[in-house]
């Protein structure tokens, strides 16, 4: 076989649905013999995966937004590649960023859940919490690793797969030089410029709405009716890449609560009985009583009604993937369970770039798994024999259930409704439990590690079928990415329990001072009442349950738009905005070869600002760290700010736009 030399771009295909009878030839096609995992590569992936999980830990924990690793780890291969001469590097990267990117995913598993049990007064210790974020990592690789084919091969050019495309222009792009490198280069530096000065310094607001006119304060105090758009070059280059067609769907889920939902219960809860409102809500009516005016503002009936609208949609969404999906499932299983019988290694008769870790394999590693949660649960968590099987068959059932769930959100939106759907792991975990005689104290700890468990493990598949996608984008081996994501799990998990445990110590998690965590905060509201006794919010799941298989009937997608519910308007609506640039840069000629290559101008171009974005996150958190503080908040809270945030915006745009329609033929 000859030895893999990089091609000077993407095949053609790579993007679009293919045509019947047509395959796939990735960069580095089956019969090269690319060179992957090195000492170098393995060393590389493993400190990105310790700096990034504790960079993300503080992040996440300190302002409540984990950034996503992979972009970054992608970026800083690339200039280390480069920076030590080295060549033909694209086969290492990909390790790099496979392994590295398991920080992203496993701090965002564990920093949803865990330091609930902090605010609830419970403690954790280290094990417990690397534990279940190991634990949960792998359950999510194996889980997954079955349905990989599906999703990236059978699936190619169906889904936008948006952080999948960024990280992947980044990897090609580092590898080639030349004009492309440098274009991702220049667009990747305008929009971390632009970021960066939002984020640190505050010239302008991250986000505008309605209420920058007088008019748009009237409407939302009295009206309930809010409309607010993130101005940020990330956001932006995301719309730009999942497309027209889903950030409509997307933000269509967005309209209907912030337009009619929230301005309909706004108006009629101030007239409401606070004993009938309580049960809608979820909270108690001594609340009500007790914050009337900051309560009923739209932000809050968003959260309030909103979000759990969208979590009874997700939840359903998901149901109804599991059955779509079904056949699916069960010849993964089905292949699991012949080749395990038979001995046979498939994987070995497979061509290079469709070589999976054996089926005999990745059941030897689940059942282990199982076991191992199992001996967790029963000597480190619970006491009787049923409680702990109860709690490992929750965890097994749901994270294989919604795995694909949580798969094909990334594939289509790049934004993982881990939280939502682990919301309802700790409902039906808690029901669940209480039934077995669990509750108070120990039933809320047993809550939150279970949740743990099944979060990473939905968080991690979300993560590892970018990586998959890329590998099968660029002709990387499967299984070698699937056996090295092993190590970046464990180090990232091991990881992120010692961060943790340290800033528990140095801020907490209550008082004045403490960490902001508000995924960890809405679980714990959540479920002290289900464990302690409380009000909870059924009728709105089951409301957003009912929306979800309305949809699905009419033919729209319900975990689209039911992301869009849970997820806020400000980061939905500018999805719309990137995707109308993606239509009209791709729509001005009548020679269908000029929009292609304009098209792919662009989609360099908003790589270039996810990744600008991105990378200054991973700024943000280090300048956070050492509370160094150039924020000037009085400017940015003031109306002028959101005005110069508002033109600074439309510059971005013309700015993408502009350079996008510079494209040619021959690029």
Request: proline fraction near 4%; glycine fraction near 12%; aromatic fraction near 10%.
């Amino acid at each position: 076989m000859e030895q893999n030399k990089p091609q000077t771009s993407l095949p053609e295909n790579a993007y679009r649905e293919l045509k019947p009878g047509e395959e796939y030839t990735p960069l580095m096609p089956a019969s090269t013999t690319p060179v992957e995992v090195t000492p170098y590569s393995v060393t590389m992936g493993v400190v990105m995966a310790v700096i990034f999980s504790a960079a993300a830990a503080f992040l996440g924990l300190r302002v409540g937004q984990v950034f996503e690793a992979a972009i970054p780890i992608a970026i800083i291969a690339v200039g280390m590649g480069t920076l030590l001469g080295k060549k033909n590097m694209l086969g290492q990267n990909v390790i790099i960023q496979s392994i590295g990117a398991s920080s992203g995913v496993i701090v965002a598993g564990a920093i949803f859940t865990l330091p609930a049990l902090y605010i609830l007064g419970l403690d954790a210790a280290f094990w417990q919490v690397f534990l279940s974020s190991l634990f949960g990592g792998l359950l999510g690789i194996v889980l997954l690793i079955p349905f990989r084919k599906y999703f990236v091969k059978e699936m190619h050019g169906k889904y936008p797969f948006p952080e999948a495309t960024a990280t992947t222009e980044v990897l090609v792009s580092g590898e080639k030089g030349g004009n492309q490198a440098k274009l991702l280069a220049v667009a990747g530096l305008v929009g971390g410029l632009y970021d960066f000065l939002v984020g640190t310094f505050g010239l302008w607001t991250e986000s505008v709405s309605t209420r920058i006119c007088a008019w748009g304060q009237v409407a939302a105090d009295k009206f309930k009716v809010v409309f607010g758009l993130n101005t940020t070059a990330a956001v932006l280059g995301l719309g730009y890449i999942i497309g027209l067609k889903y950030a409509l769907i997307i933000t269509a889920g967005s309209c209907l609560v912030w337009f009619v939902i929230v301005p309909v219960v706004g108006s009629l809860a101030e007239a409401m009985d606070p004993a009938a409102l309580a049960p809608l809500l979820g909270i108690t009516s001594e609340k009500i009583l007790a914050e009337p005016s900051s309560l009923f503002t739209a932000e809050n009936l968003f959260t309030y009604i909103g979000k759990p609208i969208g979590i009874g949609g997700i939840a359903m969404a998901g149901i109804i993937g599991i059955v779509r999906q079904s056949k699916i499932i069960r010849q993964a299983v089905g292949l699991a369970v012949s080749e395990f019988g038979s001995g046979k290694k498939a994987g070995e008769t497979s061509e290079r770039t469709q070589r999976d870790l054996s089926m005999k394999r990745i059941l030897t590693i689940l059942v282990a798994t199982l076991l191992t949660i199992f001996i967790f649960f029963h000597f480190g968590l619970l006491d009787g024999w049923v409680q702990s099987i109860t709690a490992l068959l929750i965890v097994f059932v749901i994270s294989f259930l919604f795995t694909t769930v949580a798969a094909n959100a990334i594939a289509i939106v790049g934004t993982n409704p881990v939280s939502g759907m682990t919301l309802m792991t700790l409902i039906l975990s808690s029901l669940i439990l209480v039934s077995v005689g669990l509750s108070g104290s120990t039933g809320m700890t047993a809550a939150l590690i279970i949740g743990g468990v099944v979060c990473t493990a939905l968080s991690m598949a979300g993560g590892f079928i970018t990586d998959l996608k890329i590998g099968y984008w660029l002709g990387t081996t499967p299984r070698k990415q699937e056996t090295w994501k092993f190590l970046g799990t464990f180090v990232s998990a091991a990881t992120v329990a010692g961060v943790m445990i340290i800033l528990n110590k140095s801020y907490g998690f209550v008082g004045e001072g403490a960490l902001v965590a508000p995924q960890a905060n809405a679980m714990a509201a959540v479920l002290q009442p289900l464990m302690t006794g409380g009000q909870t919010p059924w009728m709105l799941y089951f409301c957003g349950a009912a929306l979800a298989l309305v949809l699905t009937a009419i033919g729209v997608p319900a975990l689209a738009f039911a992301l869009g519910m849970f997820i806020p308007m400000e980061l939905n609506a500018p999805l719309v905005v990137g995707g109308l640039v993606a239509w009209f840069v791709s729509n001005r000629s009548k020679d269908a070869a000029l929009n292609k290559a304009r098209f792919d101008r662009g989609t360099l171009i908003a790589s270039g600002f996810i990744a600008g974005g991105a990378l200054m996150g991973v700024v943000s958190a280090i300048l956070k760290f050492y509370e160094v503080d150039w924020f000037l908040s009085e400017w940015a809270s003031s109306n002028a700010a959101e005005w110069v945030g508002l033109v600074m915006y439309l510059v971005l745009i013309g700015y993408f736009i502009v350079h996008t329609l510079r494209a040619k033929k021959e690029e």
